[in-house]
């Protein structure tokens, strides 16, 4: 009996598999239907990054023993066309926090609801739209540094 139930919980299980796809951002198995709506359906465009955002970032910046601690708080204002401006409060190693100014352009991915921007003064960077532009997860993709954080919409 319990050899029979493992096997129908298995079989069902591959079924579901066979009509199914994995999410690859939440890794959670949804049906083929649902998963072709959503390229089919765009969810995300340059205005749902569209306000003003409080970011905080974290982590490294260089690697062996060149790696030194990095973090920075601060606001920025997207325009919802692919720009965006603000100011920061960086802390490099410990040493007295610099201010700065920081522009950036960015593109959207409206089937993934992902982007990336490139700022002079910031580097690069993927990111992750979260409830219509709620929040956004932040990554650093400048070679050298290992950067993550997140931004909230204020209003």
């Not at 205005?47 to 606001?75: E, F, H």
Request: aromatic content about 6%; overall charge positive.
């Amino acid at each position: 009996m319990r050899l029979s139930v493992g096997l129908t919980t298995l079989l069902s299980f591959l079924a579901v598999l066979m009509v199914s796809e994995i999410n690859p951002i939440s890794k959670a198995i949804i049906p083929v239907a649902q998963a072709q709506s959503l390229s089919d359906n765009p969810k995300c465009s340059l205005s749902t990054v569209k306000g003003s955002y409080a970011i905080q970032l974290t982590g490294w910046v260089g690697s062996g023993a060149n790696r030194l601690p990095y973090a920075s708080s601060g606001t920025f204002i997207a325009d919802g066309k692919g720009y965006l401006r603000g100011v920061d409060t960086v802390v490099l190693d410990g040493a007295p926090p610099v201010k700065r100014t920081v522009t950036a352009t960015y593109t959207v991915d409206p089937n993934t609801c992902t982007g990336s921007a490139v700022s002079p003064a910031a580097g690069t960077f993927d990111f992750q739209i979260i409830d219509n532009g709620k929040q956004i997860t932040n990554i650093s993709t400048t070679p050298g540094t290992t950067v993550t954080g997140i931004s909230i919409r204020q209003f």
